[in-house]
């Protein structure tokens, strides 16, 4: 007689009792992971690209900030309601602005919504106010233009005496030192243009020169940008509930120059998203304004120590 199996060999024996293969239900993908994680991948392939599109928006002059929209509004609101007294000190920190080609594109857009003959005058009063600051500052922006060209005249002279090592070191210098910035690249971008309409289709020594230059900036300042892009990798690499503490630790860890850096980044990707309307360019654009609280209320808190 065969004794009574025990309960051990019951449990080893049920696997045996599995249904067959050919008998079992489909698997069911997670259709929703797989399309979540295809989303995340173009995020981050938008988001790697975005050096190159930084650096392009600011040599054609063409980034989009809702900041910049925000200051034409708010001087064709004060102009509206009869203050324009007020619009020198509204736009005394942001000229620069004002005497670029954005406003001129700004203006325009404003000019195609205008539903009253109110807000067409309060545009006209605006520019009036943009010319005549222009016409005052002719002379800041001629010293503007020597000023630049006195950058490319010691990069060609860096470049006679040592070469491409000569002329990487002093740039990295310049660099450092905050002179290779936007405004050198919009004046690049400009010089270039106006000599290219001046030579025809000839490029002249003149243009080879500001185009060599003009890629070496664009290499330091996309190596900027790189930085900061792979800082915003890592924070998106961790579920948004623990973003916060990971970004204030990075920035405790930056110094301060790096810091405001990495903020002024965040700020230019959302100024060039702020328009899309696809859905990778609307998602990374959420994603980006929760960082960008994260950083703000970094340097709000008594933990940053900044000035």
Known sequence: RRPAPSRATVARARPCLAMPDDLRPPEVLDVTAETELD?????????????????????????????????????????????????GLLARDRLGLLL????????????????????????????????????????????????????????????????DAGVQELAEEMHEAGKLDADFVNWLDLAIRAAEA????????????????????????????????????????????????????????????????????IARILGSLAYERDPTSRQLHEEMVGIQQSVEAWFASPFSGRD
Not at 225 to 249: G, N, Q
């Open 39 to 87: 989303a995340r991948t173009e995020m981050g392939f938008l988001l790697d690209n975005m050096a190159e599109v930084l650096v392009a928006g600011e040599a054609a002059g063409r980034l989009r900030s809702r900041e910049e929209e925000a200051l034409v509004d708010s001087l064709v609101t004060a102009a509206a309601d009869g203050r324009e007294e007020q619009l």
């Open 198 to 265: 001046q030579d025809g289709n000839v490029p002249t020594q003149w243009q080879l020169v500001l185009r060599v230059i003009q890629k070496g900036v664009h290499a330091l300042l996309q190596a900027d940008y790189a930085r900061d892009i792979a800082t915003l990798r890592e924070v998106m690499s961790v579920p948004p509930a623990a973003r916060r503490d990971l970004v204030w630790t990075l920035l405790a860890d930056m110094p301060g120059d790096a810091a405001r850096q990495l903020a002024a980044t």
């Open 100 to 163: 670029s080609p954005r406003y001129v594109s700004i203006l325009r857009s404003r000019l195609e919504s205008v539903r009253s003959e109110e807000e067409r005058q309060a545009l006209q009063r605006v520019n009036d106010f943009v010319v005549s600051v222009a016409n005052s500052t002719q002379r800041a922006v001629g010293d503007l233009h020597t000023g630049q060209l006195a950058k490319v005249q010691a990069l060609c002279q860096a470049a006679a005496r040592g070469g």
